[in-house]
């Protein structure tokens, strides 16, 4: 009993000597700066218990939780992309991207709405290296520079799938990224049932990503089928878009060389890529049941498909040559017994061309259709076979840029420059896409501006969105208008600004003398005066300091421990404009800890995030700004009534086990659970003492 009491007077000399109040306690961070806020309340010095849980929300960049206890242990967890769709889902757009193979991959829909006359839904991956990080800005130019992924990069060899829903049908296709910092377009073809005549109809647009091996879709083994579906990658779908399908405007030529069939030809130019249609229908008052018609494409075009119209009380049998440049169609009346000829024109089919993607230059594509049928009466007689043939040909211009695409890893943004003064920069890419699909890396050619620059400022070469520090408001709506060419794009932003004042929180306001807690105080004799100067030292100040010192104790002031919160807003909401919740305050301590501020350092003092007392009185602890005055402030007292340490709790700590997950109670927020081993099962295993007093 002497001896653990002995032990305990010796930590507590230590510690005096030392002024070190508050032992070794757990710190837990999200590695890269910015791209995690752990909420409010909790308070680690005060919590030993062998289980800690520190919620959190994610931002931009989170891919690892750190925790440390001291000097000697350090645990590390990976956010795993499941726990990040888990937990914020519905509350942000913070995560449109994958990470894999040390690559974030991003999906970008090439157009939001998709007209009929082209019917192509498109999307664009973009995989960049885990270590391209933020720009970084250039104080002596001013420029920002993109920091570039080490020349040991490994290469991305991913595929990437595209899933089409509409009702209960399912298109998909794939595309392949397999270098450093590289793009890829995947296209699906959408039929024309998918439209409908009388309201808006929309398809939902999903998209998984994995390795490209031999059993992924991309190989040449699983090819997918254009209308088909990998199914072994469905539980990987992530949910990017869903797009408008549109009826498009198109002037058509109606070849009238047969009484009966009716076909119309687009008199609009193509380019190498795009999809046409040809529709075929039935003359008013015709007695045709069954035909057969024929079709041979030249010069740049290729079969695709034949389309059924909604509706319709036609069948269609179509046989297609492999080099897809020709094609048979036999369609006929589904039951007999119920159709009958009609006082309208009828709509039966769609042939559906599309124009060779590798044409260089302008052409005209020729389209031969032959037509085949008996025409028989009410009364069997023979009419005998019919065959007549119609010419047709479709103008080809040379390809050029279709649509430009803003390529940005995040569209939601908080703005800690406020706080810090240091500018946060986003890369920027901007991609053309043409009608054949070809891409492009337009950035440098296109001009960029800013909504309100108020909220989020861009650079006019395009190659960055920043947030300076000096932005006043958030939006849930910010604006970047890109414009290359005739083209123009907007690319909107979510930005969440710190609400001022920040909350000043200090686990003390009042600082007590603590009694029979003695501390040394060193009075300094200066060498060129005879004044005294007399302040509190460390042992290690001592030994640097070459004066004449004179010891004495006294008896020591409490500390208290600053933490620093605020709530996320975006000024332009009137209802629950807080991210998460109203009550949902967020620690930004280390990004203030160098402007806290002491307005009267004679009262008390700052170390770190740490107030110690120095004599009684009254101030101010304010965080500045960089930009000048101050973002917040709390008013701090120092007494000379004494308390007394009523506990003294020491535990051991051998090992840190950390885990991340979901919080399900909390919707929007991430929790970093934390045990503290206090077991050594090891020979010559050590440990850290942490302690706990209350006074």
């Not at 990080?133 to 080490?150: I, L, M, W």
């Not at 107030?611 to 007292?637: A, C």
Request: proline residues 3%; aromatic residues 10%.
């Amino acid at each position: 009993m002497r001896k653990m009491a002995a032990t305990v007077l010796f930590l507590l000399i230590l510690l005096a000597t030392q002024r070190k109040v508050f032992s070794q306690h757990l710190e837990v961070s999200v590695t890269n700066k910015g791209s995690g806020f752990f909420l409010k309340p909790f308070h680690p010095l005060r919590n030993n218990a062998s289980v800690e849980e520190w919620p959190f929300v994610a931002a931009v960049g989170a891919h690892h939780v750190k925790a440390q206890f001291g000097p000697s242990f350090e645990a590390y967890a990976e956010i795993f992309q499941k726990t990040l769709h888990q937990a914020i889902s519905n509350h942000s757009s913070l995560l449109n991207f994958h990470r894999m193979n040390d690559h974030e991959i991003s999906a970008h829909l090439v157009t939001e709405t998709i007209i009929s006359n082209r019917p192509r839904l498109q999307v664009l991956f973009h995989a960049r290296p885990t270590s391209y990080d933020r720009a970084v800005f250039d104080q002596t130019t001013n420029v920002a520079k993109a920091t570039q992924a080490p020349a040991s990069s490994p290469s991305a060899n991913l595929c990437l799938v595209l899933f089409a829903f509409k009702d209960n049908e399912v298109l998909s296709s794939t595309c392949r990224v397999v270098d450093v910092d590289t793009v890829c377009v995947s296209d699906v073809a959408l039929p024309l049932r998918w439209w409908s005549d009388r309201y808006a109809q929309t398809v939902d647009v999903f998209y998984s990503v994995g390795n490209e091996d031999a059993d992924s879709p991309c190989s040449s083994e699983n090819q997918l089928k254009r209308y088909g579906r990998y199914s072994s990658w469905n539980d990987q779908q992530t949910f990017l878009a869903a797009v408008t399908l549109t009826h498009g405007q198109m002037n058509y030529q109606e070849l009238k060389e047969d009484q009966n069939i009716l076909i119309y030809v687009p008199t609009a130019s193509f380019y190498p890529g795009s999809k046409f249609r040809v529709p075929v229908k039935l003359q008013a008052e015709s007695d045709l049941e069954v035909f057969v018609i024929r079709v041979k494409v030249r010069h740049g075009i290729r079969v695709v498909a034949a389309e059924a119209k909604n509706g319709s009380r036609w069948s269609l049998n179509m046989e297609l040559n492999a080099r897809r440049q020709s094609a048979m169609v036999t369609s006929y009346v589904i039951n007999k017994e119920t159709y009958a000829k009609t006082d309208k024109v009828q709509d039966i089919f769609d042939w559906l061309f599309e124009v060779d993607g590798s044409l260089s230059g302008s052409d005209q594509g020729r389209l031969s259709f032959s037509i085949e049928y008996e025409m028989t009466s009410k009364r069997k007689e023979i009419y005998g076979p019919i065959e007549n043939k119609a010419v047709a040909r479709v103008q080809i211009q040379q390809d050029n840029t279709f649509a430009i695409v803003p390529v940005v890893k995040t569209t939601e943004l908080i703005n800690t420059a406020v706080l810090t003064g240091e500018k946060q920069m986003y890369p920027l890419s901007i991609f053309s896409v043409s009608h054949a699909g070809k891409i492009l890396d337009v950035t440098s050619q296109t001009a960029c501006h800013s909504g309100d620059e108020d909220v989020l400022q861009t650079a006019e070469s395009c190659r960055y969105v920043y947030l300076s520090g000096k932005e006043s408001k958030g939006s849930s709506s910010v604006s970047v208008i890109a414009k290359y060419g005739r083209h123009t794009r907007f690319l909107f932003f979510r930005v969440w600004i710190p609400e001022l004042p920040l909350d000043i929180s200090v686990t003390d306001s009042r600082l007590n003398l603590v009694s029979s807690w003695k501390v040394p105080l060193y009075r300094v004799f200066s060498r060129k005066s005879s004044v005294a100067d007399s302040s509190l030292l460390t042992l290690e100040d001592r030994a640097r300091r070459k004066d004449d010192l004179s010891l004495s104790c006294q008896l020591r002031y409490q500390s208290a421990v600053i933490e620093v919160y605020t709530r996320f807003v975006m000024s332009d909401i009137t209802q629950n404009p807080y991210m998460l919740h109203r009550k949902a305050q967020f620690r930004v301590t280390d990004f203030v800890r160098n402007r806290l501020h002491i307005n009267d350092p004679t009262v008390a003092q700052l170390r770190g995030n740490v107030v110690d007392g120095i004599k009684p009185g009254r101030t101010d602890i304010q965080v500045l700004s960089v930009f000048g005055g101050s973002l917040g402030t709390q008013e701090i007292k120092v007494s000379s009534d004494r308390v007394s340490i009523q506990k003294l709790e020491v535990n051991t700590v051998s090992g840190l086990d950390l885990t991340v997950g979901a919080k399900p109670d909390f919707p929007g927020a991430i929790a970093a659970r934390i045990t503290k081993e206090n077991q050594m099962n090891r020979k010559k295993s050590g440990g850290i003492l942490g302690y706990c007093h209350s006074f």
